[in-house]
């Protein structure tokens, strides 16, 4: 394989197929009403250790995020996210859309991350000031745009900080099961222990067709949030098929095997391209991204090979993003790395 574009260029592992063809028999309750939803509910209560929370799967990403956000938002709301984000660079202004107009406010942070003092003083600021937003929503992203992690503490600190400002936190966790890993921490304590309100687990780039999962751990939110995803259309009629990639992930670990395969390559990738002459990495690599500057030979050389990446210049002339994803193989890293070398 030599495509390193991002984790959403892979398939979908057997389990998920399989789990698929499982529940593509029979007749079943339609819009969520079905065992499989239940069941996948339930997994989560047990996973999460938490008895109360409620979940929605979803089609896409950009659906969670933003419909969170927007039931966390009034439309004269402001949401304090990472200048790199997703909600703010790359989901075509749909927070601001579902929310009816809430105000996003990027911020700019070292390795993709926000740091709770800044945050807090940008809310303290805008709230202060009482003319442009009033602060609802803090969002982070597990693991982060830039390829790191944020720590247990670094979340609980962003997360005191918010809620001491009337403020709820919002996780992007399309890439949760990734930090997981690389955490070594339990889903429960890199979501509600750390003060996470609602975290939208994605499945897509990890493993499944196409399914995420809003983690809603503040019940107070969920009546809205089932009007707004029926609303938006996003309330499935067959969600059976949506419950059975999610029930799939979640279960024997396989999102957590997943996810450390990829993020074992990830390193490999980093330390092997590392010790190529004139190629710098950009980012601490903690999760499956790799985000390097190559000498322009190296990057024409690595294309005439045929590997497929995209180019980064958000970090700078020359920079380039590398994914690995959970369908690779440590030979396919091998390759873009012995590539590199042969062209150095
Ligand atoms: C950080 C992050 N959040 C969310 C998403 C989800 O996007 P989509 O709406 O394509 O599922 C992505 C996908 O690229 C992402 O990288």
């Given amino acids: 394989m030599t495509d390193f574009r991002s984790d959403n260029t892979h398939g979908a592992s057997p389990e998920i197929v399989e789990a698929l063809r499982r529940a593509a028999g029979g007749t079943i309750s339609s819009y969520g009403r079905d065992e499989i939803t239940l069941r996948l509910r339930d997994r989560c209560r047990e996973l999460f250790e938490h008895g109360s929370l409620?979940?929605?799967?979803?089609?896409?990403?950009?659906?969670?995020?933003?419909?969170?956000?927007?039931?966390?938002?009034?439309?004269?709301?402001?949401?304090?996210?990472?200048?790199?984000?997703?909600?703010?660079?790359?989901?075509?202004?749909?927070?601001?859309?579902?929310?009816s107009g809430a105000k996003l406010f990027p911020i700019s942070g070292a390795d993709g991350k926000l740091e709770a003092t800044v945050v807090e003083t940008m809310i303290r600021e805008i709230g202060g000031e009482g003319r442009t937003a009033r602060p609802a929503v803090v969002s982070l992203t597990q693991a982060t745009e830039a390829g790191t992690v944020y720590t247990v503490d670094e979340m609980t600190a962003i997360s005191e900080a918010a809620h001491r400002n009337d403020c709820r936190v919002h996780v992007d966790g399309a890439r949760i099961a990734n930090a997981l890993v690389t955490l070594g921490a339990t889903p429960a304590e890199i979501t509600w222990r750390a003060g996470v309100d609602v975290l939208v687990l994605g499945a897509t780039k990890n493993g499944a067709l196409a399914a995420e999962l809003l983690v809603v751990f503040d019940t107070t939110l969920a009546p809205e949030l089932t009007t707004r995803i029926h609303r938006a259309g996003h309330r499935l009629s067959k969600m059976r098929f949506l419950s059975a990639q999610l029930d799939a992930y979640l279960t024997d670990d396989l999102w957590l095997r997943n996810a450390s395969h990829a993020n074992s390559l990830a390193t490999r990738l980093a330390q092997g391209l590392g010790t190529v002459q004139g190629v710098e990495i950009l980012r601490p690599v903690e999760a499956n991204i790799v985000f390097a500057r190559l000498p322009r030979s190296v990057d024409t050389s690595l294309r005439d090979h045929g590997f497929l990446f995209y180019p980064w210049t958000l970090f700078g002339e020359g920079a380039v993003r590398l994914v690995t994803g959970f369908s690779m193989a440590e030979e396919d890293v091998d390759s873009l790395i012995a590539a590199a070398r042969s062209s150095g």
Wanted: glycine share 10%; net charge negative.
């Fill in 54 to 99: 409620e979940t929605y799967p979803l089609l896409t990403g950009t659906a969670g995020n933003s419909l969170t956000i927007a039931a966390m938002s009034p439309p004269w709301g402001g949401v304090f996210c990472h200048e790199d984000s997703h909600i703010h660079r790359d989901e075509m202004g749909a927070p601001e859309f579902f929310s």
